[in-house]
């Protein structure tokens, strides 16, 4: 059963990522559909770096809010999955003159992740 409570715990955090960030897009699509443009602008990226950093944290504290033991060892799981899939998503602007958005767009939302999972831990 602390197995199934586990899964739950890294998939209820990476899901309400998932869930915030698919929800953000459409609305901002939906409301200013000129940052859908490529390559984004530099308010278009600080505003995804941003949302993506608070979501990411948000799931980090879920994660850590449900494990069932070691809630840090859950938050480290779970911004390890976020690391590989935001590289793979910053992976794709590649080749765009960027700067270092792609990087931080890369690694700032693990550490946000991981970060929510320490703060939980200390603050519990």
Not at 24 to 40: A, F, G, H, K, M
Not at 105 to 112: E, G, H, I, R, T
């Amino acid at each position: 059963m602390p197995l199934l409570h586990s899964f739950i715990a890294i998939a209820g955090g990476f899901a309400c990522m998932a869930l915030l960030t698919g929800v953000t897009t459409l609305l901002i699509r939906w409301l200013v559909p000129s940052w859908s443009s490529l390559p984004p602008s530099r308010s278009a990226q600080a505003f995804n770096l941003a949302a993506t950093c608070l979501y990411a944290a948000m799931g980090g504290f879920l994660a850590a809010q449900l494990a069932p033991i070691s809630p840090l060892v859950h938050s480290l799981i779970l911004a390890i999955v976020v690391l590989l899939v935001s590289t793979m998503a910053a992976s794709e602007l590649r080749g765009q003159a960027l700067g270092f958005y792609p990087l931080a767009l890369a690694v700032l939302p693990s550490m946000a992740t991981l970060g929510a999972g320490i703060l939980t831990v200390l603050y519990r």
